[in-house]
């Protein structure tokens, strides 16, 4: 089964299983990771993959505000395991939610450190 990583002071609401259940038809035949807690929700349209999920890439841009930034609830596809655990051993140190980001993390070799899906 499917296994919801949290930090230790996230809240998850009571209908959470619902949503979730809600969710699943829309997420793509091939993922990586979905990430299901956030902040800096500034939508930018180039990252929708329909009307229920984006890719969540993290971005840094120049006026401070971050989109798709922390880590607070995530599912890694267990498939994808073993290629998400590569991201954070080949990765040199950076934020933990660029790693789990669909792009290849800034300053790093996309053959070395593939995007995720």
Known sequence: GLVLIVEDD????????KLWEDLWPWLPEEWDVIRVGWFGDHQNCSQVVNSYVDLAAWQQPK???CSY???Q????NPSSRDRVLQRFERSRM???????????????DPEDVPPLN
């Open 10 to 17: 996230v809240e998850i609401k009571p209908d959470f299983p």
């Open 63 to 65: 006026d401070g505000i």
């Open 69 to 71: 930034c922390g880590l």
């Open 73 to 76: 609830a995530y599912i890694v």
């Open 94 to 108: 950076t934020h933990a939610d660029e790693i789990v980001s669909a792009p290849t993390p800034l300053m790093e």
